[in-house]
Structures are given as C-alpha cells and as structure tokens.
C-alpha cells in the first residue's frame, strides 16, 4: 500500500506540474468554454443551484455537475479562466492516477504507470485537462462505472483475479454511484453508451448473461438515486418543463445538428488517428488477436475493443460531430497503446515495424506544422491574399508577437521522435514508451504556454479586450449576425431589468434605456449599418465595434 500512495503522489504531482500552470495564460474559447463558465458565473450570481441559466435565460442543454464544479472554483478563485479550468485541471490529476489504480489492479503497477504516461502523453487528452469543457469529468465518471462493473462481473462468475475482495453488490453499487455522476455531468448518453458496451459484450458471449437481475435492477437504482439529486429535485420543486426540454434537446442533438458541426463522415476517426497521437498509433496492434496469458487480460482488452467501437460508431451516427463527442475513446484507445507496449516488453507480442514507420511519419508532420507555425506568423501577411474569406484576412492582420524561437517546439519533437525510433530499433521498449509519451507531454505543454496564446489572439483577442472594456458599465452588449458568449462573461453582464433587452430589434431601433455596445464581423456587418443611431467605433482584426447612445 505505501508502495501505491507513492507511486500516486507521484502521478499526481506530475499532473500537477503539466496541467495547472497556464491555465489563466489564455482567455477561454467561444463557444463551449465561455459558455459553460458564463452557465457558472450566473449560477452564482442567482444563487441557484439547482437551474442552469446563460444570458440569465433557462438553459437546458446540460445537467449541473460540471457548473456545480465551476462555481466551487469560482468561489475560491473569482471569475476568470483560471477558475473556469481548474475543475478539469483536477480531472486530469485524478484520471491519471484511477488509470494507474485501475491498470495495476488488472496487472501490475507497471502496466499502470504505462497506461498513465500514454493517457498524459498523448496530444488530445492532455490538453483536454487544460479546458474548461465538460467531457473530461464525463469520461472519467462513464470508464470507472465501466470499470466497477467487469469487477462485478470478474467476481460474480469466478474468474482468475486476486484482490477481488468485495462483494459482487458491491462492485455494483460503485458502478451505479458513477454512472449517476456520469448523467448528471453530461446526461443519459453516458447510461447508452454503458448499455451499449453491455449489449454487444453478451452479443460476443453468444447471449450469455454475466449479471444477475436483482444486481442489474440495483445498479439502476442506485443510478437513479444519485441523478434524483437534481432531476427528482427540479422536477419536484419547478415542475417538468426544464426537465422535458432537456430531453428533447437530448434527442435533437442525437438526430440533427448544428450549423458548423456536421463534419464528414470518417470525422472522429481522423480526430482519434491525429488528436490523441501518439498512443493512436501504438494502439493498433492490440486490435489484432494477441496472445492473453489470462483469462482476465484477455476479458479486459475485449471490454476496451468494444467501447472504442461502439463510442466511435454511435458518434458517428449522430448528425453532430465535434472533436469531444467521441473523447470516452481515449481511454481505450491509451489502454491498447499501453497493452502494446506491455506485450513488446514482455515478448508476448512481436514488433511491428509499421508502428514505429506511421508514428515517425505523422509525428514530423505535426513537428514541421509548429516548425512552420512561427515562420508563417512572421510573414503572415504576405499570406492573406491568398485567403478567400473577408474576416480571417482581417483575423491575420492581428499584431502579435513572434520570436521565431517557438519553432524549437517543434525541433524538440522531432528530436524525441527519433530518440523513440532509434530506442524501437533496439528492442528498449519501455525506454521508447517513456520517450514518446512523455516528450509529447512536454510538447504540449510547451504548446499551450507558448503557441496557443499567441493563435488565440488572432481568432479572437480584439474582440475579447473590447468586452472587457465595457466591464462594469451600465450598458447593453449585443453580438450582430453571429452568435457568440463571449459578451457575457467578459462583461460580468447583471441581469437585465428590462427585458427588452432580449429584443435585438429594440436594441436596434427601440427606446433604449441604456446605451447599447454592438459587436459584428467585417463580412456580416453591412446588413446592419443602415440602422439610424448607430455609430461605428471602430475595426480591428475582423470585428467591427459599434454604439448607439440613448435617444434624445
């Protein structure tokens, strides 16, 4: 056990170290970030708990848990990204090291440091922890009720794992604890995607059923026990409205999507062959029959396999298609990664040379990409007339500072990449594992303290100083042929008094009581100049500022 704790705060302090500086070095991103922090910062401000608000308007896209999270740190913290990140900054320090818990429990503890490097090591997942989204705590929640749940089925049916020493029931209960956590993050997805994995793990054992009823119903219940928290509660204390938009937003999402979110449809593939490099790559062997030494490895893998797929396959079925939908993957996807590894070191497997090939080969190309990130930024003007589209010509424009020293970034990739190789070559396994993982672990965090600053800036830094400039005025700040959240959180917008505000033609042309701030873009703001009133501020970088006075 001290063995364990020590190995744990080890991870941990790790994690630490790679997830929690910078986090304030960047403002948060439109849509997802500012949107689910403005959700918190209203929460406070309400001082209700218990409904999810953004614009101080009911918003039912999402459950509480996250904001609940959000609001803690917020608390403790203030309003500011730091804040808004730090929950998930959290979540990458206790992920890591429940896969170090769950991969020694399966098989010893250096399967569960190689599983942990591949997770903090791969690109997507380690910078996923320095966001403020939700999924990171969805993930973590759906996989360990995942987990709880082959523990149960491992104990109940008597297969060849010591250190099982609870209850069937209770593996259950853990199972259920965590899959209510799991919906009141994210919503009833999590429960599919678990039944899924159920379903198609009893399809392969030829419909063979691994649980007991009474076990199964106790699962559910207790699930339904901890979502009560807050659907039993907002249902009883307001009545179903929230609860039924919620759901039908649910079944929207799953049946059409957003503008800007179809994508095609070999999207999450791609994302999971690129985002979560380098363990993607070092994954595919473990696809292919291996030879388990034990049942339990065996029976793990399987479980891992199926997740991956069904995840990637329901996701891609749905119409909307976004870079975190298919995020639970990651978990099996660094699992076989690890696996692979694992069976090199212990001669269980044999190498395949085209892993190390495909690895070298994306690797430099997403090495060149930040070699050539700086060069580009130095000449970046000579650029834009070779971009068609009005506002990211505008967006180019931004001044920003280079050095061009941040290519060396990309050099240090490049060089961790063939010290990997040349460590693969030599049949020094673990060796190679801790040179891949943790230099792209390095990397990223060399990326988002250095590279990510300086892009965001560009996408939308002349927008954001201008919200936050109008930080407690009493004014109205209305976005203009497009939608956005930013106005909201960087405003520290009260709420309204008068609800016209919620009018963009009063804002427009109406009685205003305050003066009203509009914020367009250069290829969507002629449609709005020939408002009388309205006077333009001025331009930068693609955003177009306006203001109308009070009228006389």
Known sequence: MKSFFKYGVFIALIGAILFIPFLWSTHLFDWDEINFAECSREMLKMHD??????????????????????????????????????????????????????????????????????????????????????????????????????????KRNGFDKEGLRKKPVTYAVYAGIFMGLAILTKGQVALMVFLLVLGVYIIYNHFKLFFSWPHAILFLAVTLLVTFSWYGYETIKNGP????????????????????QKGFFGYHYVVILIGCFPASIFAIPSFFKTSGSTRYDRDFKRWMIILFWVVTILFTIVQSRIIHYSSLAWFPVTFLAAYTFYKWEQKEMSYKKYTGIITAVIGGIIALALLAVPFFALNIRRFIPYVKDKFAQANMQADVYWSGWESSIGLFLIIMIIIGMWRLKRNEFQKAARTFF?????????????????????????????????????????????????????????????????????????KIDKPVYFVSRINRVSDYLQYPGLKELYRKNGYVFLKREIPK
């Open 241 to 260: 409205w929230f609860i039924t938009e919620f759901l039908k937003y649910q079944y929207r999402l799953f049946t059409t999507h957003d503008a800007g």
């Open 438 to 510: 943790g230099g792209t672990a390095i990397f990223i965090f060399l990326v988002s303290a250095i590279i990510v600053p300086r892009i965001e800036r560009y996408s939308q830094g002349a927008d954001i100083d201008f919200l936050k400039q109008r930080k407690g005025e009493d004014c109205y700040v209305a976005t203009l042929g497009y939608k956005s959240y930013a106005q909201f959180f960087y405003t520290q917008e009260e709420k309204p008094v008068n609800t016209n505000y919620y009018n963009e033609g009063w804002l427009l042309t109406g």
């Open 49 to 154: 708990y218990t409904r999810i608000y953004v614009d101080f308007k009911p918003f039912w896209e999402k459950p509480p848990m996250f904001f609940w999270m959000q609001s803690v740190s917020m608390k403790i913290f203030g309003i500011n990204e730091f804040a808004a990140r730090f929950p998930n900054a959290i979540c990458g320090i206790a992920t890591l090291v429940v896969i170090f818990l769950c991969g020694s429990k399966i098989y010893n503890k250096k399967f569960g440091l190689l599983w942990s490097l591949a997770y903090l090591g791969s690109i997507f997942p380690n910078m996923y922890f320095k966001s403020g989204i939700i999924d990171p705590w969805y993930n973590l929640f759906t996989f360990l009720s995942l987990f709880f749940f082959i523990l149960y089925h491992w």
